[in-house]
């Protein structure tokens, strides 16, 4: 059984230099979430938000090229949907940073131990 990942559950995105944010946290949001028996669930319609994290460093290893991020989850389940949206069943590298190329993942479910897919 694998756990659903519920709304703002708290994700990382790898690959940013050490003397920068890495990982940077972030944690998947939407402003209408989905919900089930009142736990809401994640989808691949909401977005995983990023706050300003450095992609690259100076001379002085002093952090630059400054972005925030929002981005779609793109490993979702592929039996399960809403609107034709998949719910975000998957953990380990669901999107892409797009400043970094590195992998994105979500650090946990997000509490979620009721609602699963077996
Ligand atoms: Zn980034």
Redesign the pocket.
């Known amino acids: 059984m694998t756990n659903y990942v519920l709304h703002e559950a708290p994700a990382d995105?790898f690959d940013?230099p050490d003397e920068c944010s890495e990982p940077?946290p972030g944690e998947i949001t939407s402003s209408n979430p989905i919900t089930y028996n009142g736990t809401p669930i994640a989808t691949e319609a909401d977005v995983i938000e990023?706050e300003d994290?450095g992609?690259d460093t100076d001379e002085d290893d002093d952090c630059t090229d400054f972005?925030s991020?929002e981005v779609n989850p793109e490993v979702v389940s592929g039996s399960v949907s809403y609107n034709s949206d998949g719910l975000c069943l998957e953990l380990s590298d669901v999107a892409t940073?797009?400043?970094?190329g590195g992998p994105i993942d979500f650090t946990s479910s997000g509490g979620n131990s009721v609602v699963t897919e077996s």
């Open positions: 995105a940013h940077a990023f994290h992609h972005q991020h940073d797009p400043g970094s």
